[in-house]
């Protein structure tokens, strides 16, 4: 039987696989513990990282930390445990979201190698696509993805697609109309690339606007969109994948996060690029509409094949770990 302990360089490692993660504005709102009596993990909403306007009931931040968690999931694993992962395992601590505990792997799973590569490797691409249809295969692996977590990833027709774009434009529109949440959204535009705050995106990984006004890509400046000559034509048929769970609770917000991170991963490992379309789950009865059967609607996930998205900055492993292992 091998140790449950880490040492510093595994222990640094997994904590900067989990703050790989995408998160809403790449606020990163987490932070880590190590309780060195059980070796267990402990995942917390880092103080004042929500976003006061944007993400008001904190669903957009319990999908963040989601996504971290299936990072470190994936990274233990690559050590050689198998996490027993528990979710909002405390009550009377709101801010604790996860704990995480090695234990032996009671075998190999498929594809986990796989995943622990492509999570240095995925980044989120705003860029235009081509227009390269996603096979039916790649589709069913994500589908089945997103099921692992408890969650349902669909892929909805053309007329489907099109309404949930219509959706995303109105969220999107309403987003540049409300001043707050237009300041909100620039304070995390950082425009001066000699200030190290590791969050945040630099202006060149937001990408242009759709000269075809198809696809409603987020501005995050609130001036990006009157530019035409920064606009660019977007693929002509749009694949667009929709996350849902059955309830809406915090623990399917967390379940949901880490159904998303590991469908960008299987779809990094397929070569398929992403980026995320969330303003119509940003506005109450936007979000209502986006699903026209059951279940709750968390994600729209733009799919397709094209150009490796800029990386963002990520925070060191050690600015974000209160605790070193014992």
């Known amino acids: 039987?091998?140790?449950?302990?880490?040492?510093?360089?595994?222990?640094e490692t997994c904590v900067s696989a989990a703050v790989a993660a995408p998160s809403i504005h790449n606020s990163q709102p987490w932070r880590f513990g190590l309780d060195p009596d059980t070796v267990t993990f402990e995942v917390r909403a880092a103080p004042g990282a929500g976003l006061r306007y944007t993400d008001p009931e904190g669903r957009a931040l319990h999908l963040s930390v989601g996504a971290c968690v299936l990072n470190l999931r994936v990274a233990m694993a690559h050590f050689g445990w198998d996490p027993v992962t528990r979710l909002l395992p405390r009550p009377e601590e709101p801010d604790l979201l996860?704990?995480?505990?090695p234990t032996e792997p009671g075998h190999p799973r498929p594809g986990e190698s796989e995943l622990y590569e492509a999570l240095w490797r995925r980044h989120s691409s705003r860029f235009p696509f081509?227009?390269?249809?996603?096979?039916?295969?790649?589709?069913?692996?994500?589908?089945?993805a997103a099921a692992a977590e408890g969650a349902w990833l669909l892929f909805p027709d053309h007329a489907e697609t099109a309404r949930l774009l219509a959706l995303t434009a109105d969220g999107e529109r309403r987003n540049r109309l409300d001043a707050d949440r237009c300041t909100e959204s620039r304070r995390w535009v950082r425009q001066d690339p000699y200030i190290e705050t590791g969050n945040g995106m630099p202006p060149e990984v937001l990408g242009p606007q759709d000269a075809t006004e198809r696809l409603p890509m987020r501005d995050f400046t609130a001036q990006r969109h009157p530019d035409r000559l920064r606009a660019r034509p977007y693929e002509s048929t749009p694949v667009i994948a929709m996350l849902t769970t059955e309830h809406d609770r915090r623990t399917d917000w967390l379940r949901a996060g880490q159904a998303l991170e590991r469908v960008l991963l299987v779809a990094t490992v397929h070569g398929l690029r992403a980026?995320?379309?969330?303003?119509?789950?940003?506005?109450p009865d936007l979000r209502e509409s986006v699903t026209s059967g059951p279940g709750q609607a968390h994600m729209l996930i733009r799919l397709g094949y094209g150009p490796e998205g800029p990386s963002t900055p990520r925070r060191?492993?050690?600015t974000v770990l209160d605790a070193s292992p014992r």
């Open 98 to 101: 996860a704990a995480l505990r």
């Open 130 to 144: 081509s227009d390269r249809p996603v096979l039916p295969g790649p589709r069913v692996e994500l589908a089945a």
């Open 316 to 318: 060191a492993a050690r």
């Open 275 to 283: 980026s995320l379309l969330h303003q119509a789950m940003e506005w």
């Open 1 to 11: 039987m091998r140790s449950t302990s880490f040492d510093a360089v595994v222990l």
